[in-house]
């Protein structure tokens, strides 16, 4: 089974603090994905990224950073928290070719 | 731009009772369509997908959705649902080849014994 894991299931940050989300994939996944998910919003992407080093800008990217340094571990960082990216954030990954996403658990980060 | 729209945030219904949750998509390319599901404090998983051929199809837990290009929809229904089916539904999107996924609002089943 395809296995996609994120490091906390909650987290509660304060303002301004620097936050690391950790997502690991072990399916040699080459696409990775982190999206964030709020109530009547649905989920949206914030970042993704097609290979080791590479990212892309998602829908959202502002106040938000990523770092793929190996193929199975993509990392979100928030740089300086802040109460509006209070939110569950789902991490997600695809082959490429058989058009389906695998998420993680999700992690409720709570900025205070 | 392209869009997913949910028309419905909530949907109760009753065991037993047959079930449609709907959604429409905007988009002036072929798209590939896909029907998530996501059960209470988990992740998001794959319940079935349109990617070309017949447009009825069948995925897991007796869910089937119709792809209607005219009408831009790709509706989801179960002819009868279980108290286990109680979860939120997401429809989403991909341009082919864009790679990424666009989702609609969500859909709230709840389902009453």
């Known amino acids: 089974d395809v296995k996609v894991t994120q490091s906390s299931r909650y987290l509660v940050k304060r303002t301004g603090e620097k936050v690391f989300l950790e997502c690991v994939q072990d399916?040699?996944?080459?696409?990775m994905f982190w999206y964030r998910q709020d109530p009547g919003l649905g989920l949206r992407l914030i970042y993704f990224s097609y290979d080791v080093k590479m990212k892309e800008k998602g829908d959202i990217p502002e106040g938000y950073s990523v770092s793929r340094e190996k193929k199975e571990r993509f990392s979100l960082i928030l740089e300086s928290a802040s109460t509006n990216q209070t939110s569950m954030y789902l991490c997600?990954?695809?082959?490429?070719?058989?058009?389906?996403?695998?998420f993680g658990p999700g992690t409720r980060l709570t900025v205070t | 731009a392209q869009s997913v729209t949910q028309l419905d945030s909530q949907v109760p219904v009753f065991e037993e009772a047959p079930v449609e949750l709907r959604c429409n998509y905007s988009?002036?390319?072929?798209?590939?369509l896909f029907w998530y599901v996501q059960y209470p404090n988990q992740g998001l998983q794959l319940l079935l997908k349109?990617?070309?051929?017949?447009?009825l199809v069948k995925g897991i837990n007796g869910f089937e959705a119709e792809f209607n290009k005219s009408q831009t929809s790709f509706h989801l229904r179960k002819p009868s649902v279980h108290i286990s089916d109680t979860a939120e539904y997401f429809c989403a999107a991909e341009i082919q080849g864009a790679q990424k996924l666009v989702f609609g609002q969500g859909t709230r089943l709840t389902i009453n014994p």
């Open positions: 399916m040699d996944h080459e696409n």
């Open positions: 997600a990954s695809d082959s490429g070719g058989n058009y389906e996403q695998y």
């Open positions: 988009s002036s390319v072929s798209v590939y």
């Open positions: 349109y990617l070309s051929g017949s447009t």
